[in-house]
């Protein structure tokens, strides 16, 4: 249990939120485990791609139970998750079944459960079919909004041409605990020629992943995380963390390196430093960030620029330089870039101007670069967390913070973990299909929803 959990369950925490009239938040099943109840698989149509998916992540499932009249019927016991297939959806009147299988799922879901929806995205070629693409995303959001317990929503765009083996890391992920703070999020998926067969234990066995940011919070649970996932770690941060960056490598049996992101041969003392081990970056997490709020009409040049060039040139020129074939130690083919973007970026937050900038910037930036890097086989993303628990975060004030952690459909705050999750999915090997997306780890936050 997370010293947050710790707080929320403790008679001291449960009579304090008591008084102030807060609901006790629900415990989230994390890490690589399953729903505890059944599986139930609704094909809305001939399409056996959804099936074939749970044949290959080995999951049994049953089926649905159908809604037909006025009396919704239920599920005998509580369900671990719904997994509906609609690729076949292409007409208003077919989403019709889909309300038939949602309704007694969403009464009859377990805490903690999971509502998947698979279909096809917008094409552009028929008018009704794209209405009824963007319909589903309006209707996963509002489940997603009215589930209880920790369960979750999650829709998923499988473009034309996918294969079972390209949903595989994906439909694992939102299925499983690692998707906890994961909620009402919709991305793509596009073919990545993978023959990928089932979901990996430690997918990154034998790849060097680089981490900025890594001596506390959200990146040094980005760093164990992808350590547990099979990863050569290089953790990097300031000289000033050096303590706490050696601490987080001796851990997890990686390397530090104490380095300014911002200084002019960042990229390449990251390149050298993963040359000198004879290889090549699998995977480079840009997590540094800073922020330095004020009202824009108090925000200085100097206050502006610090934030701009930290959390989103540094990652640019750090790029540049390893993403150079001639680069020792630079990127590999097939590898993976993920930016740490925010909800704030996206909705914008008042007096945020230059951290917002910064971080719409990150969502920008690897929308942009997506497309000119698959044909070396490289993925850029970016996660957008919500209010998160952190150290900075705890030294909120408690009103504020309470209303920060329940502006969201889970009613709590994340974990550093959730955000760790999220990239160790984007950056496994079998998500080579999921590219220029941002995956908000934010519990469905009413900002930036």
Request: aromatic share 4%.
């Amino acid at each position: 249990m997370s010293a947050l959990e710790k707080a929320y369950y403790s008679p001291v925490g449960r009579r304090v939120a008591a008084k102030a009239g807060l609901a006790e938040p629900p415990r989230l099943r994390r890490g690589r485990e399953f729903p505890h109840g059944p599986l139930v698989l609704a094909a809305l149509g001939p399409s056996t791609l959804v099936a074939d998916v749970l044949s290959l992540l080995g999951r049994p499932h049953e089926a649905p139970v159908i809604d037909t009249g006025d009396d919704a019927p239920g599920y005998g016991d509580r369900i671990g998750a719904l997994v509906v297939d609609a690729t076949d959806v292409r007409t208003v009147a077919e989403l019709e079944p889909l309300r038939a299988v949602l309704r007694p799922a969403v009464r009859g879901i377990e805490r903690s459960g999971r509502i998947v929806v698979v279909t096809r995205p917008a094409t552009g070629q028929d008018w009704e079919a794209d209405a009824v693409a963007r319909a589903l995303d309006g209707i996963n959001r509002t489940v997603a909004k009215e589930l209880r317990g920790g369960a979750t929503a999650t829709l998923i765009y499988a473009h034309e041409g996918v294969e079972a083996g390209d949903l595989v890391s994906t439909l694992g992920f939102v299925l499983q605990g690692r998707s906890a703070f994961v909620d009402g999020q919709t991305w793509h998926v596009r073919p990545a020629g993978a023959a990928t067969t089932r979901l990996e234990e430690r997918p990154l066995e034998g790849r060097v992943c680089v981490v900025t940011g890594a001596a506390r919070g959200i990146g040094a649970a980005i760093a164990r995380t992808l350590a547990r996932d099979g990863a050569s770690v290089v953790a990097v941060d300031i000289p000033a963390a050096g303590e706490s960056l050696a601490a987080v490598a001796n851990e997890i049996g990686g390397t530090a390196l104490q380095l300014d992101i911002t200084a002019d041969d960042a990229g390449a003392r990251i390149a050298e430093h993963v040359a000198a081990r004879g290889t090549r970056i699998h995977a480079m997490v840009h997590n540094a960030g800073i922020t330095r709020d004020k009202m824009l009409v108090n925000t200085d040049a100097a206050r502006w620029a610090s934030v701009l060039d930290v959390n989103l040139a540094a990652e640019m020129r750090i790029n540049a330089v390893l993403l150079d074939p001639a680069t020792d130690g630079g990127m590999a083919d097939d590898g993976r870039i993920v930016g740490v973007a925010s909800t704030s970026g996206l909705a914008g937050n008042k007096g945020q101007t230059n951290y917002a900038a910064s971080k719409a910037g990150v969502a920008g930036l690897v929308a942009a670069m997506a497309p000119d890097l698959a044909d070396r086989g490289i993925t850029a993303n970016a996660v957008a967390p919500g209010f998160i628990e952190t150290e900075m975060t705890a030294r909120i004030p408690f009103v504020q913070r309470e209303i920060f952690r329940r502006v969201n459909s889970l009613n709590q705050g994340g974990q550093p973990v959730d955000v760790a999750e999220t990239i160790g999915y984007l950056v496994d090997p079998a998500s080579q299909g999921v590219t220029g997306q941002v995956v908000r780890v934010c519990g469905q936050n009413m900002v930036g929803a």
